[in-house]
């Protein structure tokens, strides 16, 4: 089955620890996205990468990184620099048309 | 800058009852809209799509959308509605001055089926 997978699904940290968010696509889609999702903010862009070895900032990048060492994978890092870290977490990927883009089920991090 | 604007947070409706929500976007130029639905604890699901033609798009679960050019609308209906319909739902475009490779999102509608 084609699919995102995001992993975990919950996640609890102590502030001032970093944390690595994982997303893996068998979409063979070349283009990969972060989303961070506050109640009532829909979704907010962190990072996205068009191809491998290369990625942007989004609109709220500070205190998160990423890298996109190969196709199917695109970590994202929440660092302890960002300042409220506790969000829903989504994955998404891009196919080759018109923007439509597909997502994991997304993960849930807590920081305490 | 591109935005969608969802014009209602909160939209309670009787099951069976005919929903319509709404969104507007701000571009001037050619764009791909898009509704998603989210329901609790889990990622967007694809609803409809209109990338161009026919300004009436069809999707999943009997919804449909109308896109109107000139009021630079896309909102989204359904002829009845079941309780299985509570969810969250996300307009989103891309193109126009944005370019494609990026979606913009509405705040969301959350649409409550009560029986």
């Known amino acids: 089955d084609g699919g995102i997978t995001q992993s975990p699904k919950y996640l609890f940290r102590k502030e001032g620890q970093n944390v690595t968010l994982s997303c893996e696509q068998n979409?063979?889609?070349?283009?990969m996205y972060w989303y961070r999702q506050d109640p009532g903010q829909g979704l907010r862009l962190i990072y996205y990468?068009?191809?491998?070895?290369?990625?942007q900032k989004g609109d709220i990048a500070e205190g998160y990184s990423v890298s996109r060492e190969k196709k199917e994978s695109f970590p994202l890092t929440v660092t302890s620099a960002q300042k409220n870290p506790t969000a829903f977490y989504l994955c998404?990927?891009?196919?080759?048309?018109?923007?439509?883009?597909?997502f994991g089920p997304g993960t849930r991090l807590t920081v305490t | 800058a591109q935005s969608v604007t969802q014009l209602d947070s909160q939209v309670p409706v009787f099951e069976e009852a005919p929903v319509e929500l709404r969104c507007n976007y701000s571009?001037?130029?050619?764009?791909?809209l898009f509704w998603y639905v989210q329901y609790p604890n889990q990622g967007l699901q694809l609803l409809l799509k209109?990338?161009?033609?026919?300004?009436l798009v069809k999707g999943i679960n009997g919804f449909e959308a109308e896109f109107n050019k000139s009021q630079t609308s896309f909102h989204l209906r359904k002829p009845s509605v079941h309780i299985s319909d509570t969810a969250e739902y996300f307009c989103?475009?891309?193109?126009?001055?944005?370019?494609?490779?990026?979606?913009?999102f509405g705040k969301g509608t959350k649409l409550t089926v009560n029986p």
């Open positions: 571009s001037s130029v050619s764009v791909y």
């Open positions: 989103a475009v891309s193109g126009g001055q944005g370019g494609s490779e990026k979606l913009v």
């Open positions: 979409l063979n889609h070349d283009a």
């Open positions: 998404a990927s891009r196919g080759l048309y018109a923007g439509e883009q597909y």
């Open positions: 990468s068009q191809i491998v070895n290369d990625f």
């Open positions: 209109y990338l161009s033609g026919s300004t």
